[in-house]
């Protein structure tokens, strides 16, 4: 039997109340396992009503006290389907509860208050240590998890320190309990990387050896592969992993973040599950202090439960530059900066030196006659050096460099002889830095740069540890100014800072790419 049912949305002025009926429907003290999938696609529902009211209120004259109204709801929505996330006990459950979570972050996010947002982040947390402890997660769960985070992170997450919260945030005894006692507040930016793992973890329990699952927001991208040691000798350069990509991203088509694992990376436990996410266009440490440039790409790979330590060979990284260094590498630099590769040349005489001088020892005539008598070679020997001293002239000038689009002046005052002067050239460098949780900035041990590639706009650092790591681009001027014979040029070496090796038994990495736009002579 078929049968068509038509769905009609409560007029405009009585979604408030429809919402407030269906939540204050639903019994909070008696919440059993066997109800949580019912009350959740009730509570579905209802954020469906109130996100019409958020959605309204961007096209019409939609009163405040509405909007006042169905925020309040929208908490009230929350702690209730809290009361439910703590008995959640199948993967249906989870899958049905995070998708409520989702549903009701969707809209308006950045309207929620601090504490709104910190609780529904807090019970993503719980469902996807559920997921965790039951031993699978599905791809509609997983898929509803990284959106309602996503939607968190455009309302401002990451300027938000979580804390307890009164709301339900508690976890069974049966698992691993998730919730944060101390009253001392914590970057979400951290909260937010052991979702993305933990998130990470569960789908690769679902999966063998050489599978990939990739999943992808606006704000987050993340693929998650399970690899062993077989796969890390197929290959001796070792095997490149990439990470899932954010819808909203200034990379191109042709850049993609990724690390490469060497092939004597001991995978001798079994397999591991490698977290590769993307965070878009957003900096999870902007409020912390770690500001990056406009165009700036954070990315983090991780090895689930591996200790990562005494590598024998780096852990090589593929990091985006900033959009705005991408497009001077790829397209201005033909136009600004023509001398690439090759440096501009510029030199003036002075004059004011004693000099020697190769002279003809012989007369016009006399070589008109050996030309004549085809006796020309015995003019060679014929000559003599003849010394005299050349006035001082002022020939100071000013050149215009290309690659600095700056004028330098060669000034004649004080010297004598010729004066040589070359432009700066030009190129790209890096220093590969970490974020210390502990200092809350950024520092250069334990990661070297290795190279630039300026045509895909990419550069690579070795790094025999992971943790949170970002590398910042600047470029280096080397010039050189002589004078007669004697070249006295000033360059400055980029060298690698001293590899330290970390002994952390999880060890999370964040790669990020910042343009200084320096400029050292």
């Known amino acids: 039997i078929e049968r068509t049912i038509t769905v009609i949305s409560p007029p405009a002025g009585q979604r408030n109340n429809v919402a407030s009926g269906t939540i204050s429907s639903i019994d909070t003290t008696a919440a059993s396992a066997e109800d949580v999938v019912e009350v959740a696609s009730t509570l579905s529902s209802a954020a469906s009503l109130l996100n019409a009211v958020f959605d309204d209120s961007t096209t019409s004259s939609t009163d405040d006290a509405s909007l006042a109204e169905a925020e309040a709801l929208r908490e009230e929505l929350v702690e209730t389907m809290a009361s439910f996330i703590e008995v959640v006990a199948d993967s249906e459950a989870v899958e049905s509860s995070v998708a409520v979570l989702e549903t009701a972050a969707a809209s308006s996010p950045e309207s929620m208050s601090s504490a709104l947002q910190t609780t529904i982040l807090d019970n993503v947390e719980s469902l996807v240590s559920s997921a965790n402890s039951l031993g699978e997660v599905s791809e509609s769960a997983a898929s509803s998890s990284i959106s309602c985070v996503s939607s968190l992170i455009d309302g401002g997450l990451f300027g938000v320190e979580s804390e307890p919260t009164a709301m339900p945030t508690r976890t069974p005894s049966r698992r691993r309990r998730r919730r944060r006692l101390a009253p001392t507040a914590a970057p979400t930016a951290n909260q937010v990387d052991g979702v993305l793992l933990s998130l990470s973890a569960a789908i690769g329990l679902g999966m063998v050896a050489g599978e990939e699952s990739e999943l992808a927001s606006n704000n987050l991208g993340m693929k998650s592969s399970v690899v062993d040691e077989s796969l890390l000798g197929l290959n001796d350069a070792g095997l490149s992993i990439g990470a899932g990509l954010a819808s909203d991203n200034d990379l191109p088509d042709s850049v993609t973040p990724a ?263």
């Open 259 to 521: 690390m490469v694992l060497p092939p004597t990376l001991n995978l001798s436990a079994g397999q591991v599950t490698v977290a590769a996410i993307n965070y878009g266009n957003k900096n999870p440490y902007e409020t912390d202090g770690g500001i990056v440039a406009e165009g700036s790409s954070v990315n983090s790979f991780t090895l689930n439960g591996m200790a990562v330590k005494d590598l024998v060979d780096p852990i090589v990284l593929t990091l985006p530059l900033p959009s705005s260094t991408r497009r001077r590498l790829s397209a201005e630099w033909a136009g600004t900066w023509p001398t690439k590769d090759k440096a501009e040349f510029y030199s003036v005489n002075c004059y004011g030196r004693n000099v020697s001088k190769l002279e003809a020892a012989y007369s016009e005539e006399d070589l008109a006659r050996a030309r004549y008598c085809g006796l020309e070679s015995d003019l060679i020997n014929k000559t003599r050096w003849v010394n005299y001293f050349q006035p001082w002239v002022n020939n100071s000038r000013k050149v215009w460099c290309n690659s600095t689009e700056t004028w330098h002046y060669m000034d004649c005052e004080g010297r004598v002889g010729v004066i040589n002067y070359t432009c700066p050239v030009m190129k790209p460098v890096s220093a590969c830095l970490y974020w210390d949780t502990t200092s809350l900035s950024w520092r250069s041990e334990g990661c070297t740069y290795w190279r630039t590639d300026t045509v895909k706009g990419v550069a690579y650092c070795n790094c025999t540890h992971l943790t949170s790591f970002r590398s910042e681009e600047a470029e280096e001027a080397q010039s050189s100014v002589s004078s007669f014979a004697e070249t006295a040029a000033s360059v400055q070496d980029l060298t690698g800072s001293a590899v330290q090796k970390n002994l952390g038994i999880l060890m999370t990495m964040f790669c990020l790419w910042l343009f200084a736009g320096s400029l050292y002579t």
